[in-house]
């Protein structure tokens, strides 16, 4: 470790680097593109804030969520930085305004990939020297640029016209296809690649097939019971969310709430709070909630369900034991849920629906239904309609692909564990009872927790009738 580290460090009050900060922060400081690839609460974001402390100047970071933007700004900040900002939709025109006339006095500036494609911020980044432009989450662009969101699509040509010193994508999940895609479309120049495992030892990979979806239902249920401390269950359906919520206050001694992307900011801004601050111990939630919510001590992650992708899959239970303590996992489905995962993975915007709105984008620019909003705004960042047609093309295959990859993964006949970090390109822990698999009836927390027994489930519930039933 070079003196400028340390002391660097020394300024942050610490002394040590987790694997793989070295290198990358090194690549930085050399004017290098970087691909950092660590595991989740592996410490990315000091990887662009030490560089920042030894060559100072404007560092963007893309974040993908507003959330994401909020914690990573009070983290900086109380970490000492202070001239740090989010430039997103929640501010006032005028406060855009100011914030873009004033942007070479900032240390840190986050930002959404839209965001970006205004010609305001544009004009604003050329206009002074961006030390490192950092794409957190960049696995987003593989996941989420063809079919979701294609300003991320365009990242690599916001390169080229803002000309940053050096570029750095950072992600916890990137197999070899994602990271050869990352390093196409942000146009990364002979980069640096740090890709450490991305195993979580702590973590049991637990995965279950179930009859029904009331026996996932019932199992989750039972996982609650068996297993206590903050959890997250990731539900496919909003409606589902809701419901499971519902039951979970009804039938066990949890504080559960709901949370998905029909809730306005402001609830789930409340809700995002008080599971953070253990107010809520239970959260049903879409894939709208995680990225963005950092709590260390989630004990237990279910997912219900068949994910899209492995990459989908390993980030949401990824949110478990993030402070290294023992922490399960388990992916409910059944055989109705593979079903459907593939019959999404088929649905896009067909030549018709894209040719349509090309012939006519007017019509479309305040569509609320998906299909035509992703066209509206391919059509809004400049992309060709043969374009257009093929990403889409291509993009079918490669869902496809993403859905053979997670059936594959529930057919495993050996380790979970290894068979997951295998597709990531990682090696894993060995192997033993408390690695993966289905949770054992008597699997325990650490840490003093212990499962909630049946005659606490009935006084609680007695209580309940006495209080809202008499």
């Known amino acids: ?30 004017g290098r593109d970087v691909l950092g690839v660590l595991p989740t609460g592996g410490g990315k974001t000091l990887c662009y804030q030490l560089p920042a402390l030894i060559n100072p100047g404007l560092v963007v970071v893309v974040e993908p969520l507003l959330a994401l933007m909020r914690d990573q700004v009070l983290r900086l900040q109380s970490l000492g930085a202070r001239r740090v900002v989010a430039i997103n939709s929640t501010l006032a025109p005028e406060d855009t305004a100011q914030i873009l006339a004033q942007l070479g006095t900032f240390d ?108 996932v239902t019932e199992r989750t249920l039972h996982l609650l ?51 953070l601050t253990g107010q809520i111990d239970v959260m049903c939630a879409t894939s709208a909630f995680g990225m963005g919510v950092d709590k260390p001590d989630i004990r237990l992650v279910l997912y219900l369900g068949v ?19 023992p922490a399960y996992t388990a992916l409910l489905y059944t055989l109705n849920d593979v079903q459907r995962a593939s019959e999404f993975a088929a649905v896009l915007p067909t030549a018709e629906v894209i040719s349509a709105v090309y012939k006519n984008p007017q019509a479309y620019a305040h569509t609320t239904d998906a299909q035509l909003e992703l066209i509206a705004s391919y059509v809004r960042l400049g992309f060709r309609q043969n374009q257009v047609e093929k990403l889409l093309t291509d993009r079918l295959a490669t869902r496809a692909q993403g859905v053979a990859a997670v059936i594959d993964y529930l057919h495993t006949k050996g380790c979970f564990r290894n068979a997951l970090m295998t597709a990531f390109d990682s090696s894993a822990r060995a192997h033993d009872e408390n690695c ?23 006084g609680w519930r007695n209580v309940f009738k006495q209080i809202f039933m008499n």
């Open 307 to 325: 994910p899209q992708t492995l990459t989908e899959y390993f980030q949401a239970i990824g949110r478990a034991g993030r402070d290294g303590l």
């Open 1 to 30: 470790m070079t003196q400028q580290i340390e002391a660097a460090l020394a300024k942050l009050g610490l002394k040590t680097l987790r694997p793989g900060q070295e290198e990358i922060i090194n690549g930085v400081l050399a």
């Open 225 to 275: 019971q068996q297993l206590q401390g903050a959890a997250v269950v990731y539900c496919p359906t909003r409606k589902l969310a809701e419901t499971l919520a519902t039951k979970i206050n009804a039938h066990l001694p949890r504080h559960a709430t709901y949370y998905h992307a029909e809730l306005d900011s402001h609830a789930r801004t409340m809700r995002e709070r008080q599971f």
């Open 108 to 215: 840190f500036v986050f930002i959404a990939p839209e965001m970006l494609q205004r010609p305001d911020v544009q004009a604003a980044l050329r206009a002074t020297t961006v030390q490192l432009l950092v794409v957190d989450e960049a696995h987003c662009i593989y996941q989420w640029g063809p079919d979701f969101r294609p300003a991320y699509l365009q990242l690599g040509t916001l390169r080229a016209r803002i000309q940053p010193v050096s570029v750095l994508a950072l992600t916890a999940t990137a197999a070899a296809p994602v990271r050869a895609d990352i390093i196409t479309q942000l146009r990364l120049q002979n980069p640096v690649v740090v890709a450490q495992s991305v195993d979580r030892p702590n973590l049991f990979i637990g995965v279950e097939q179930q009859l029904t979806q009331s026996d």
């Open 436 to 458: 993966c698999g289905v949770i054992s009836a008597n699997a325990r927390l650490e840490q003093g927790i212990t499962p909630v027994k049946d005659n606490e489930i009935n």
